[in-house]
């Protein structure tokens, strides 16, 4: 029973291409966001959703673009790929709504490899 | 300013003794949570444990506590008993705000433990 699930697990693309991960949480949560870890593994939020509302939305470059069809499920697309967009992406999802935990619960990462 | 600050990059315990991984964070606001993850070899991100600001106790899950003190603002981390397992990357991390949809997640840089036999 997988909570959080992103696909794929790894991607190797070429400079320039256009590529999409996928994510789906099955627990219920309202929220979800979207990370980047670098090969410092430095983590660093890029976007966060809360029932398909887009509320966090850091400095990323506009080649950037989540989509949350559902509440269950974020996107996210990357334009014209560039080296430097090598990294981990984790997705990560939340209860949301009211005050208390607000555990994230984290995707298994998708490591992309731009050459 | 760094809102999480981990200033052990790299820590060696020997199995079955006690470890601290040190956190300190900062924030104007009263109402804020924070958190450890474990990261593996393997690359997954483990939630470990939890503390609100309002907090009195501090947080106990298993092996893991969280020794909270406000005043200094730290949240340093407490394994028990290491075992080969605990090696991994330790990340502390705040959510600042009272939670909700609108809470913003920062991350420390990780502090990387590894268990000796």
């Known amino acids: 029973d997988t909570a959080v699930s992103q696909t794929p697990k790894y991607l190797v693309t070429q400079m320039g291409n256009d590529k999409s991960i996928k994510c789906e949480q099955n627990?219920?949560?309202?929220?979800m966001y979207w990370y980047k870890q670098d090969s410092k593994k430095f983590l660093k939020i890029m976007f966060s959703y809360n029932n398909k509302e887009l509320i966090i939305n850091e400095t990323v470059p506009n080649r950037f673009s989540p989509k949350s069809p559902d509440k269950a499920h974020l996107n996210l697309h990357i334009n014209s790929l560039e080296l430097g967009d090598s990294a981990v992406y984790f997705c990560?999802?939340?209860?949301?709504?009211?005050?208390?935990?607000?555990?994230?619960?984290f995707g298994p990462g998708t490591r992309l490899l731009v050459l | 300013a760094q809102k999480i600050t981990q200033t052990q990059p790299g820590m060696f315990v020997q199995e079955k003794e006690a470890v601290t991984l040190d956190c300190t964070y900062d924030t104007s606001d009263q109402s804020y949570g924070l958190f450890w993850y474990k990261q593996p070899s393997s690359g997954e991100m483990i939630f470990l444990i939890y503390q609100g600001s309002y907090d009195e106790q501090n947080a106990t899950e298993g092996r893991y506590s969280l020794n909270f003190q406000k005043a200094r603002k730290s949240a340093n981390l407490v394994i028990s008993a290491s075992q080969l397992g605990d090696s991994a990357m330790y990340f502390c991390a705040m959510r600042e705000g009272p939670g909700g949809g609108y809470q913003k997640v920062t991350f420390g840089t990780g502090t990387k433990l590894q268990v000796i036999p």
């Open positions: 990560a999802s939340s209860p949301g709504g009211g005050t208390g935990g607000e555990t994230q619960y």
């Open positions: 627990l219920g949560h309202d929220t």
